[in-house]
């Protein structure tokens, strides 16, 4: 049976950091490609950014790119989320789950599409507030 689990979620102020990690039992991070999605209070669960099976090649959203690093350790069967220079925007609950991937010239790419994603963690909730 497959787990995803996260953890790492917490209160922190405006301009700080945190680790999320996503612990996955049942299945290898060899072959599933894994990513991060939030949700804010009283808004749609969005992508954040994922880590593709093979080649652990990344993508990331755009509202996170140059904040966040997606980032795994595939014995520990352990995908991480570096989130620094966080902000109030930043608050929701985040979740790890299986994502999509396809085959690019690049080699596999994954994507964060939530209606192909698979094995849903229960979140961890990050709260970013003075």
């Known amino acids: 049976q497959v787990y995803l689990v996260e953890s790492g979620g917490g209160l922190v102020p405006p301009g700080g950091s945190l680790r999320l990690s996503c612990q996955a039992s049942?299945?290898?991070?060899?072959?599933?490609?894994i990513g991060w999605f939030r949700q804010a209070p009283g808004k749609e669960r969005e992508g954040i950014s994922c880590?593709?099976?093979?080649?652990?090649?990344?993508y990331y959203a755009d509202f996170v790119k140059g904040r966040f690093t997606i980032s795994r350790d595939v014995a520990k069967s352990t995908v991480y989320l570096q989130m620094d220079n966080l902000e109030p925007e930043d608050t929701g609950v985040y979740y790890c789950?299986?994502?999509?991937?396809?085959?690019?010239?690049?080699?596999?790419?994954?994507?964060?599409?939530?209606?192909?994603?698979?094995?849903w963690g229960q979140g961890t909730q990050v709260t970013v507030s003075s």
């Open positions: 049942g299945l290898s991070l060899d072959y599933y490609a």
């Open positions: 880590i593709s099976s093979s080649s652990g090649s990344t």
């Open positions: 789950a299986a994502v999509p991937e396809r085959l690019t010239g690049s080699g596999y790419e994954c994507y964060v599409n939530q209606r192909d994603s698979d094995y």
